[in-house]
C-alpha cells in the first residue's frame, strides 16, 4: 500500500486475526546473514551503526551468558534456526536480544533490512505497530502520576461525547450504557471498543466501518468523536477486546498534557531515554534504514510520511537499539541509567491484572491461557502454562515485533521481523527456546 495508508489503525485483513494467534503462513526473503553472540562482559556488537546520543553508549551491553545462567550453544541455536529461516526464504530478517539483568547475552542480526537492502542491524527501522501501546501507555501514567490524569476519571472528563455511549444487542438496537467508561478501561481493553478487523464480518465490524474507524485523514481527536458514535460491544469494564482503546487514549492524553500526542511522547518518554529513532514520522534521511518486506504486506505503509492521525494504538516505527532503552527501563522497575521515567509503584500497577475470569471469557481474549491484562502489558498470572515467569509482561506488533520482561527471572527479550503472518509462531518459539536455553543457575 502507498504511505497513506493506515499506520496504527492496522486494518490488517480479518483473517489475520488467526494469525495473530496461530502464525500460520509465510514470507520470502533474501540470504545473508550476521551474527554477533555474548562470550564476555567487554564484547563488542559488530553489527551496530550506532554513533552516540543521550545517556552514554549504546543500550545493548553484553554480558557472559553462561555466567547469567544461559546455555550459550542453546541460545546459538536460536540464532541458527534464524539463519535457517532466511536461507529457506521465510523470513528477509530479522533480529533477536535476550539477556538478563541489565545485559544482553545474546544478539542475533539475520538476514537483510529489505530484498535489495544491507544486513539488518541494530539500527535497522521496524514498523512496530501495536508496541506502540505500550509507550502510550506509559506517557499516560506519568501524566497520573503528576496529577493530570486518573486512571479512574470517565473518559467523558477530558472527552465529553463518551459521556452517551450505547452498547449493541443481540437484536441489532442500542441502549445506553449503564457504566462509564474510565480511562482504567482504555489501558486494559474492557472499553467496550472493538477493531473492526478483529470482529470479522459481525454486525459491529460493519457499524464501526460505516461509521468511518477506517479513516486515517483525521486526526486521534476526531477518531475519538467517531468512535463515541457507534456501540460499544459490551458494557464498559465487562468484556476484554482488543480494540481502539489506544488510539482513544492517545486523545484523552493529548487533553489532560495540554500537548499532541508525539510531542508528550517525545519530551517524557522517547527524549530522556534517547530513543531517537522512534517516531511516528521518520525524517527522509532515516529512509534508507527502513526495513522493506519483500512483498508489502496489507497496513503496509511508509514511515517517512506523515499523516493526521497520531496512533496511539500503532503509529510508531523504531530500532531495537532504541526500543531496548524502553524495555531495559521497565526491566529497572521504570529507570533507564539513571533516568527514571515512572515510580516503580507505577509500573507495578501497569502490571497488575485488571481482569478477571468472567471479563476474559466474555470477549475474545487473545493473549491466551495463563495470563490477564493490566494497564498497557499482557501478564503471567499462571507460570505452570507459560515457559515464562509468572507476573511476565509484554506486548506486541502485529507485523512480528515483540518483547517480553520477565521480574521473576530478570530475563528480558525483544524481538523484530516484519511479516503479519508469522507474528503467532514467533512469539510461541522465541519463548520455549529462551526458556529451554535458561538454566536458572546464576543469582
Known amino acids: 500500500?502507498?504511505?497513506?495508508?493506515?499506520?496504527?489503525?492496522?486494518?490488517?485483513?480479518?483473517?489475520?486475526?488467526?494469525?495473530?494467534?496461530?502464525?500460520?503462513?509465510?514470507?520470502?526473503?533474501?540470504?545473508?546473514?550476521?551474527?554477533?553472540?555474548?562470550?564476555?562482559?567487554?564484547?563488542?556488537?559488530?553489527?551496530?551503526?550506532?554513533?552516540?546520543?543521550?545517556?552514554?553508549?549504546?543500550?545493548?551491553?553484553?554480558?557472559?551468558?553462561?555466567?547469567?545462567?544461559?546455555?550459550?550453544?542453546?541460545?546459538?541455536?536460536?540464532?541458527?534456526?534464524?539463519?535457517?529461516?532466511?536461507?529457506?526464504?521465510?523470513?528477509?530478517?530479522?533480529?533477536?536480544?535476550?539477556?538478563?539483568?541489565?545485559?544482553?547475552?545474546?544478539?542475533?542480526?539475520?538476514?537483510?533490512?529489505?530484498?535489495?537492502?544491507?544486513?539488518?542491524?541494530?539500527?535497522?527501522?521496524?514498523?512496530?505497530y501495536s508496541m506502540t501501546k505500550p509507550i502510550v501507555s506509559v506517557t499516560a501514567m506519568t501524566l497520573v502520576e503528576d496529577g493530570k490524569l486518573s486512571i479512574d476519571d470517565p473518559v467523558s472528563k477530558y472527552l465529553p461525547e463518551y459521556a452517551n455511549l450505547t452498547v449493541l444487542q443481540a437484536d441489532g438496537s442500542r441502549k445506553p450504557a449503564t457504566q462509564p467508561m474510565l480511562v482504567r478501561h482504555l489501558m486494559s481493553h474492557t472499553s467496550g471498543l472493538v477493531y473492526g478487523f478483529v470482529q470479522g464480518n459481525s454486525p459491529i465490524a460493519k457499524l464501526y466501518r460505516e461509521a468511518g474507524e477506517e479513516r486515517n485523514d483525521i486526526t486521534a481527536r476526531e477518531l475519538a468523536r467517531v468512535l463515541a458514535g457507534a456501540p460499544l460491544i459490551a458494557e464498559p469494564g465487562t468484556a476484554w477486546n482488543y480494540s481502539r482503546s489506544t488510539d482513544v487514549l492517545g486523545a484523552v492524553v493529548e487533553v489532560a498534557g495540554g500537548k499532541p500526542l508525539d510531542v508528550l511522547i517525545r519530551e517524557r518518554i522517547t527524549g530522556p531515554l534517547g530513543m531517537d529513532d522512534t517516531a511516528f514520522v521518520q525524517p527522509k534521511s532515516n529512509e534508507s534504514r527502513i526495513f522493506k518486506p519483500k512483498t508489502p504486506f496489507f497496513g503496509f505503509y511508509d514511515p517517512t510520511v506523515a499523516q493526521a492521525m497520531l496512533s496511539g494504538g500503532g503509529g510508531m516505527s523504531s530500532t531495537t537499539e532504541d526500543y531496548l532503552r524502553f524495555v531495559l527501563m521497565l526491566a529497572n522497575k521504570g529507570e533507564f541509567r539513571g533516568q527514571r521515567i515512572i515510580r516503580p509503584e507505577t509500573?507495578?500497577?501497569?502490571?497488575?491484572?485488571?481482569?478477571?475470569?468472567?471479563?476474559?471469557?466474555?470477549?475474545?481474549?487473545?493473549?491466551?491461557?495463563?495470563?490477564?491484562?493490566?494497564?498497557?502489558?499482557?501478564?503471567?498470572?499462571?507460570?505452570?502454562?507459560?515457559?515464562?515467569?509468572?507476573?511476565?509482561?509484554?506486548?506486541?506488533?502485529?507485523?512480528?515485533?515483540?518483547?517480553?520482561?520477565?521480574?521473576?527471572?530478570?530475563?528480558?527479550?525483544?524481538?523484530?521481523?516484519?511479516?503479519?503472518?508469522?507474528?503467532?509462531?514467533?512469539?510461541t518459539r522465541n519463548r520455549k527456546d529462551v526458556y529451554e536455553a535458561f538454566t536458572a543457575s546464576a543469582g
Do not use: H
Request: with cysteine; aromatic share 8%.
Open 1 to 128: 500500500m502507498e504511505g497513506r495508508a493506515m499506520r496504527g489503525d492496522i486494518r490488517i485483513l480479518a483473517g489475520l486475526a488467526l494469525a495473530l494467534a496461530l502464525g500460520l503462513g509465510a514470507c520470502a526473503a533474501a540470504p545473508v546473514t550476521t551474527t554477533a553472540t555474548a562470550a564476555a562482559p567487554a564484547a563488542a556488537t559488530a553489527p551496530s551503526k550506532w554513533t552516540g546520543r543521550a545517556l552514554g553508549a549504546s543500550s545493548i551491553v553484553i554480558g557472559d551468558a553462561a555466567a547469567a545462567g544461559f546455555d550459550p550453544a542453546k541460545l546459538d541455536a536460536i540464532g541458527s534456526a534464524l539463519e535457517a529461516d532466511v536461507a529457506s526464504g521465510k523470513i528477509v530478517g530479522a533480529t533477536l536480544l535476550v539477556g538478563r539483568g541489565d545485559k544482553v547475552v545474546y544478539e542475533k542480526f539475520a538476514g537483510q533490512s529489505g530484498p535489495d537492502s544491507g544486513a539488518v542491524t541494530d539500527e535497522t527501522i521496524f514498523r512496530i
Open 347 to 427: 509500573l507495578a500497577l501497569m502490571t497488575t491484572d485488571m481482569t478477571s475470569p468472567e471479563i476474559r471469557k466474555a470477549g475474545q481474549f487473545f493473549p491466551g491461557p495463563g495470563m490477564g491484562f493490566g494497564l498497557g502489558f499482557s501478564v503471567v498470572q499462571d507460570a505452570a502454562t507459560r515457559p515464562e515467569g509468572l507476573g511476565t509482561f509484554s506486548w506486541y506488533g502485529i507485523a512480528g515485533t515483540d518483547f517480553w520482561v520477565d521480574p521473576t527471572n530478570g530475563v528480558f527479550a525483544l524481538f523484530m521481523i516484519q511479516d503479519p503472518a508469522l507474528t503467532g509462531a514467533y512469539r
